[in-house]
């Protein structure tokens, strides 16, 4: 009797470790891998083929097999030519899989089955029960099989037994430090490649109420490690349902993954010939192109995506009950009490209708607290059974423009089922974990700011605000004041970077503002924005990056992807709520309105107010930073800036765009400008070291470290900035502080760095000098003005005269001798004012000849005077005539 063992082909280290594991149940039975194996698998087969004995399908015969042993698959489609031997005469089939069963499997005399993370599992569970001796090599290639299939231990498919099996192999010699070389981690550069262009190719269609994600593409090679990328891609945009598709030249790699219990994509897959689990599956699809797979995988999503979720899987507890005579007022207290939008109204235990916190706090702000909840409830109620389907209430709706639906059960009340439960619903991820999940404050309340826009700015400045609201509605737009402007408002911080967003034409707003204001704009094509520049208002003080000019930037409210079904997904302008999901963090993602009858009404959908309150940064959701990695910088400066605390899970959001390095494919230029503006924060080591400790200081040079001796650089520069502060009242943007604290950073680096980095993050000319001065001249400089012994004033002007004050603060930071330090603050505030009375005329006149002498007689005669040796006008042209004539 012959036994061979086999398993499917692109063999992972489970499949790998599944048949060494069953050649100990089945002892002296072959080992043979179809087709090719995962690159990981490769390499370590390279080392050690000699001792597991395996062979490849290629050179196996299958003459004398009397019985297959398939493992880690029971389709015949994946297991290569050993599928010739599947119902051979003789030939008898053993399946161990963890898999779930499927109509299309091969008929087996024996079949295990069992629901574990890895399908080695089962099989180490057999060899323990059964007391059979494995070696530490065996036992370490078993427990790769299972760390790699459970994402060591950490899938939500992981279950105790391979806790157990993982624990057993330890015990029995698994090397632990060799699973850990072989588990992959790091992306390869190709694959961080391959990622960024499914990232890219990403189209979100909603099916059926349901967000799909699809990245198709084609790839020169064919892609070792799918699954991974799959992975990845998977948890860093934290899709609930995603395909990938990479059209190979002969074929199609497809791998689908599904977090939705209603989608079971080992079906899908089953579609182009594969299989798996429904929640992680795979295929090779070799008899269509892209294009043609993609159609057929859309058309069968169609067909086949529905969700099952009921109406009583939908409710989540007990409503507010209110009676039918409770006045306005309490009732209002009540539902924001318990955090609800909706209550329904009783009389006699029945229910007479539903009302909702807007209503009822409209009623209060009209001066109607007084009046009972009946005048302001609706008796239209559209109750629902407890098995109505997800569809039907989300139809009812927005059919009926209602916000909830009751759910009965015969003439009992269960609860209510509200817009917000249906989102939810359907879009797992992507809704249930924006902006931190439960409201805080319901939504209901409407909040109206304007007595904060008086307190904080000059009358001028609301006055401004409400005409640029009027003037939307004259043009039949809508106005609000977004992001930072409203954030610093609201915390009381004059901020007067206007950013405008209008639902409508916002170049066709601006143009209008600009001339009611007597201003000028420009139009930003690229964006679809414009800046207007008017005089300043009265009190407001001119911005200097805007020319003096008082600076109103304008935007159109934008959405984002929607279905129209088989078109692909558009960025179009919608609803201000939209436009607010869009943006970066919960505080920089509230309005305000501008127009007449709501001025100063505060849009808040996401909680904005409460995270300043708490000083939380809060990305709104999972994809924050794969959109936009910038953003990283963002959250560190606004961290620092504010002295708030980035939450758990942003910063594991971050942390995941950090280990994709999603930085690495942002344009430098970009970047650039997240780091001067973290730079020139008031103190920004703070945001330095956060950066540092997140691991993106290497975006700007990989050799950079932040060690104690930039740390003490960074805190001397805050010193030195300080005093230049103190001496250089009323010009103190004279100098860009950025540049001291950026010289400081580079400090360890060598000048050949310096200079790349000034070239790659394409830096101003300008800038890029001073940097590159500071690193030129430091030691040189330094060791010159250092010097114990006396030196002369014109000595010390020498050394210095020329360095931009940047460099020369940064050298006061870099410095330990205080006499250097002197010097330059010497230098600073008394040497480099020094100037002659004498002018090149009167040199002419006293009959000297101009020419290039001309600069070096004035030179000597300023040192001269530095040095105190001439005091008068008649002292300086007298001490240039005398050296003239030598
Ligand atoms: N924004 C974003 N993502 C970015 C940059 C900006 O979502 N990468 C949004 C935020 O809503 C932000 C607004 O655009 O509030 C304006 O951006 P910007 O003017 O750069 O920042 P501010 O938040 O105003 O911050 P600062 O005070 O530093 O100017």
């Not at 920004?684 to 200081?697: D, I, M």
């Given at each position: 009797m012959t036994d061979l063992i086999t398993t499917h082909a692109n063999a992972d280290f489970d499949a790998l470790a599944s048949m060494v594991a069953a050649r100990k149940l089945y002892p002296g039975a072959r080992l043979v891998l179809p087709g090719s194996q995962e690159r990981a698998v490769r390499e370590f087969m390279s080392l050690c083929s000699d001792l597991v004995k395996i062979e490849y399908?290629?050179?196996?015969?299958?003459?004398?097999?009397?019985?297959?042993?398939?493992?880690?698959t029971r389709l015949k489609s994946r297991i290569g030519k050993m599928a010739q031997l599947v119902g051979k005469k003789g030939v008898e089939v053993h399946i161990y899989d963890h898999h779930p069963r499927t109509d299309g499997d091969v008929k087996a005399a024996k079949d295990i089955y069992k629901k574990?993370?890895?399908?080695?599992?089962?099989?180490?569970?057999?060899?323990?029960?059964?007391?059979?001796?494995?070696?530490?090599?065996?036992?370490?290639?078993?427990?790769?099989?299972?760390?790699?299939?459970?994402?060591?231990?950490?899938?939500?498919?992981?279950?105790?037994?391979?806790?157990?099996?993982?624990?057993?192999?330890?015990?029995?010699?698994?090397?632990?430090h060799l699973v850990s070389s072989y588990l992959r981690g790091e992306l390869t550069e190709k694959e961080l490649r391959l990622l960024a262009l499914l990232i890219q190719s990403t189209e979100v269609h909603v099916i059926n109420s349901v967000h799909v994600a699809i990245a198709a593409i084609t790839s020169e090679e064919y892609v070792d490690d799918l699954s991974l990328l799959a992975h990845k891609l998977e948890d860093a945009e934290n899709f609930n349902l995603i395909f990938l598709m990479v059209q190979t030249r002969d074929r199609v790699q497809f791998i689908a993954r599904s977090a939705l219990p209603f989608v079971n994509v080992s079906k899908v897959a089953a579609l182009f010939g594969g299989g798996g689990h429904p929640s992680a599956s795979g295929a090779v699809i070799r008899d269509m192109n892209l294009v043609e797979a993609?159609?057929?995988?859309?058309?069968?999503?169609?067909?086949?995506?529905?969700?099952?979720?009921?109406?009583?899987?939908?409710?989540?507890?007990?409503?507010?009950?209110?009676?039918?005579d409770e006045p306005v007022s309490g009732a209002s207290e009540k539902l924001v009490k318990a955090l609800c939008e909706y209550a329904v109204i009783k009389d006699n235990g029945q229910v007479e209708g539903i009302t909702s916190l807007k209503?009822?706090?409209?009623?209060?702000?009209?001066?109607?607290?007084?009046?009972?909840?009946?005048?302001?409830?609706?008796?239209?109620?559209f109750p629902v059974k407890p098995d109505t389907s997800i569809y039907a209430i989300q139809d009812m709706i927005q059919e009926k423009d209602v916000g909830c639906v009751p759910v009965f059960d015969g003439g009992n009340l269960l609860g209510l089922v509200t817009r917000s439960d249906v989102l939810r619903a359907f879009h797992g991820r992507l809704f249930a974990a924006a902006a931190g999940g439960e409201l805080k404050e319901p939504r209901g309340v409407t909040v109206n700011i304007t007595p904060r826009i008086k307190k904080t700015f000059p009358a001028k400045m609301a006055e401004l605000l409400r005409f640029a609201g009027?003037?939307?509605?004259?043009?039949?737009?809508?106005?609000?004041?977004?992001?930072?402007?409203v954030r610093d408002l609201l915390l009381g911080v004059v901020n007067f970077d206007v950013d405008i967003v209008i639902e409508g034409n916002a170049i066709e707003y601006a143009k209008r503002l600009s001339k009611e204001l007597c201003g000028v704009y420009v139009y930003h094509k690229r964006f679809g924005t414009a800046t207007v520049f008017c005089p300043c208002p009265a009190g407001i003080a001119p911005s200097r990056s805007s020319g003096g000019k008082f600076r109103i930037d304008i935007a159109m409210t934008r959405t984002e992807i929607y279905e129209k079904p088989a078109a692909l997904p558009t960025?179009?302008?919608?609803?201000?709520?939209?436009?607010?999901?869009?943006?970066?963090?919960?505080?920089?993602?509230?309005?305000?309105?501008?127009?007449?009858?709501?001025?100063?009404?505060?849009?808040?959908?996401?909680?904005?107010?409460?995270?300043l309150k708490d000083g939380t940064i809060r990305a709104l959701h999972d994809l924050s930073f794969v959109d936009d990695p910038t953003r990283i910088f963002r959250a560190v400066r606004f961290e620092q800036r504010f002295d708030f605390k980035i939450e758990p899970r942003t910063e594991n959001l971050i942390k995941k765009a950090v280990g994709l390095k999603m930085v690495d494919r942002t344009q430098k230029q970009r970047i650039r400008e997240e780091l001067i503006a973290i730079l020139s924060e008031e103190k920004?080591?703070?945001?330095?070291?956060?950066?540092?400790?997140?691991?993106?200081?290497r975006f700007i040079d990989p050799d950079l470290t932040l060690k104690s001796k930039n740390i003490e650089l960074f805190s001397a520069a805050e010193e030195a900035l300080a005093w230049y502060d103190n001496t250089h009242t009323g010009n103190r943007h004279a100098l860009e502080r950025w540049l001291v604290y950026l010289a400081v950073l580079l400090d360890e680096l060598d000048p050949a760095q310096v200079k790349k980095i000034c070239g790659d993050f394409v830096f101003r000319k300008a800038d890029a000098a001073k940097i590159i001065s500071y690193k030129k001249n430091a030691d040189r400089v330094l060791a010159a003005i250092s010097k114990k012994e006396k030196l002369r004033a014109s000595e010390v002007y020498g050394h210095l005269e020329g360095l931009s004050h940047e460099v020369m603060v940064a050298l006061m930071a870099k410095t330990p001798s205080q006499a250097a330090r002197r010097r330059i603050m010497s230098y600073m505030t008394k040497y480099a004012h020094v100037k002659l009375d004498l002018r090149g005329d009167d040199l002419k006149k006293a009959g000297i000849e101009p020419g290039p002498h001309f600069k070096e007689l004035i030179k000597k005669t300023l040192h001269a005077k530095l040095d105190g040796k001439i005091k008068t006008k008649d002292g300086e042209l007298a001490f240039a005539l005398q050296h003239y004539r030598r």
């Open positions: 399908e290629k050179d196996a015969s299958l003459e004398n097999v009397t019985r297959l042993i398939i493992v880690e574990t993370g890895a399908s080695t599992t089962i099989l180490v569970e057999l060899i323990k029960d059964r007391e059979i001796k494995i070696s530490p090599l065996e036992a370490t290639i078993m427990a790769l099989g299972i760390y790699e299939d459970t994402g060591s231990l950490t899938f939500p498919t992981t279950t105790r037994e391979d806790v157990d099996m993982v624990s057993f192999l330890i015990s029995n010699g698994a090397d632990l993609k159609a057929k995988l859309i058309e069968y999503l169609r067909s086949h995506i529905h969700s099952d979720i009921k109406a009583k899987e939908l409710v989540t507890g007990k409503p507010v009950e209110l009676k039918i209503d009822l706090d409209r009623a209060v702000s009209l001066g109607f607290g007084h009046a009972r909840v009946k005048g302001y409830m609706s008796r239209k109620i009027r003037l939307a509605e004259e043009t039949g737009f809508t106005a609000f004041a977004v992001g930072g402007f960025v179009k302008f919608g609803p201000i709520e939209n436009d607010l999901y869009r943006r970066d963090f919960t505080i920089n993602a509230m309005a305000f309105r501008l127009s007449r009858h709501h001025f100063g009404e505060l849009l808040d959908p996401f909680n904005g107010r409460a995270d920004p080591l703070k945001a330095v070291r956060r950066l540092s400790e997140l691991n993106e200081l």
